[in-house]
């Protein structure tokens, strides 16, 4: 497997285990309709948190056991800085690993 996949998959576990590290992990699955939202990461129906755990997560692990080409670009971060700019100490680990993901979601030039 390609290191870069290796990667990935590794960025997406240590982001999984910050949103578990701040309490952000939820075990109460969202609506079928919030899961459903079409708006640009589910901002109608769930919060960023939610969003990274229901479907961003998801989506990203299924994409790489399946072997679907990858995202060209990633802007995560920026909404990240955006959701957290009333919590920069206690988003700071999350923001630089959603950092990390999309340096590695970036075709190399």
Known sequence: MEQR???IADQL???EQELKVQGWWSEAVPSAEALASVEPFAVDRMSFEQ???WIFL???KLILEHGHPLPNASGILVMAETVFVDRPEQSRELRRL???FDQ???PSA
Do not use: F, S, V
Request: hydrophobic share 70%; aromatic share 6%; glycine share 0%.
């Open 51 to 53: 969003w990274l755990q």
């Open 58 to 60: 998801p989506r990203m």
């Open 104 to 106: 590695l979601i970036a």
């Open 13 to 15: 576990l240590l982001i």
């Open 98 to 100: 959603l950092a990390t």
């Open 5 to 7: 996949i290796l990667d």
